[in-house]
């Protein structure tokens, strides 16, 4: 048996949903209040898709900072710029954290590694960004290193009045969909 549903508009046009002569049963659920209706390919399922602005934050003064994310599935890949004010004299490691969704804690509950490009550092710094790691004790917290995971993280006297731009890739388990750290969507 195959039919259709006609949904007519309030002044013009029309909605149909047909259902082929030979068919097995398809049930479509819709949302309470708002939301969304999509189909899944055979087999398949729906990916989730968010972008927005977030909210970094620094141990190092910060003249200006921007970040935009986007979230597909729980991939989280954000594309930073931080300018670091002038005089900065610490030595101490330098952290940037923001990061608008949890990172994905691995099965023995570690956190699970997260990759990030190297980024730049232009104006008055002669240092350059090879990676950018997630700081192991605090799973929001983005260390700069000058080489790979097993070199020390950067301090911060060397970015001072430093453009650093960069990008970073994550997982999250976050079935929420609800950024944190002031992150908004957009």
């Keep these: 048996m195959s039919g259709s549903l006609r949904l ?4 013009s046009g029309y909605s149909e949903i047909t259902a082929p002569a030979v ?17 899944a390919p055979p087999g398949g399922s729906v990916v989730g898709y968010q972008q927005g602005i977030a909210t970094l934050t620094s141990n190092a003064p910060l003249s200006s900072q921007g970040a935009y994310w986007f979230r597909i599935g729980n991939i989280i890949t954000m594309q930073c710029t931080t300018l670091f004010s002038s005089g ?3 030595t101490a490691t330098l952290w940037v954290g923001g990061i608008p969704y949890p990172r994905l804690k691995g ?3 570690s956190l699970a590694a997260a990759s990030g490009c190297g980024g730049y550092i232009c104006y008055a710094s002669t240092s350059t960004v090879d990676s950018i ?11 700069f290193r000058d080489g790979g995971g097993g ?6 006297n060397l970015f001072s009045n430093a453009d650093v731009r960069w990008v970073v890739t994550y997982q999250t388990d976050d079935t929420t969909w609800t950024p944190i750290n002031g992150a908004t969507i957009s």
């Design 107 to 109: 099965p023995s509950g």
């Design 88 to 90: 900065i004299s610490d």
């Design 151 to 156: 070199r020390p993280a950067m301090a911060m």
């Design 23 to 39: 068919a097995g049963d398809q049930t479509f659920t819709l949302p309470a209040v708002g939301g969304e209706l999509v189909t």
């Design 133 to 143: 790691l997630f700081n192991g004790t605090n799973s929001g917290l983005m260390e």
């Design 8 to 11: 007519n508009g309030g002044t």
